[in-house]
Nanobody, 115 residues
Framework: QVQLVESRGGLVQSGGSLRLSCTAS????????MGWYRQAPGKQRDMVAR???????NYADSVKGRFTISRDNAKNTVYLQMNSLKPEDTAVYYC?????????WGQGTQVSVSS
């Protein structure tokens, strides 16, 4: 079994910054891609950013230039640095990893951005 533990999100003002982390533990095989997704009330869960084992990344258009995803393979941890936050970034953020051919999700953490 694999467990993912996310850091606490929070409430920030528009233009502010926040860093999320997600650490995997348990029966972990080689981790392929790691990513962050978010879900706003009444909306579907969407990809925010992903990082692959080779280090390549991709981002949702809405966060390009503002968010940066990174990973520490030694710690089985993925990070999401969020800068220039906007009210529309308000959502529950989930991390997800792909290991051993299976997908695992974090419990979700609330990020709220006030205008």
């Amino acid at each position: 079994q694999v467990q993912l533990v996310e850091s606490r999100g929070g409430l920030v003002q528009s233009g502010g910054s926040l860093r999320l982390s997600c650490t995997a533990s348990g029966n972990i095989d080689t981790i392929d891609n790691m990513g962050w997704y978010r879900q706003a009330p009444g909306k579907q869960r969407d990809m925010v950013a992903r990082i692959f084992s080779g280090g390549s990344t991709n981002y949702a258009d809405s966060v390009k230039g503002r968010f940066t995803i990174s990973r520490d393979n030694a710690k089985n941890t993925v990070y999401l640095q969020m800068n220039s936050l906007k009210p529309e970034d308000t959502a529950v953020y989930y991390c997800r990893i792909n290991t051993g051919g299976r997908l695992y999700w974090g419990q979700g953490t609330q990020v709220s951005v006030s205008s």
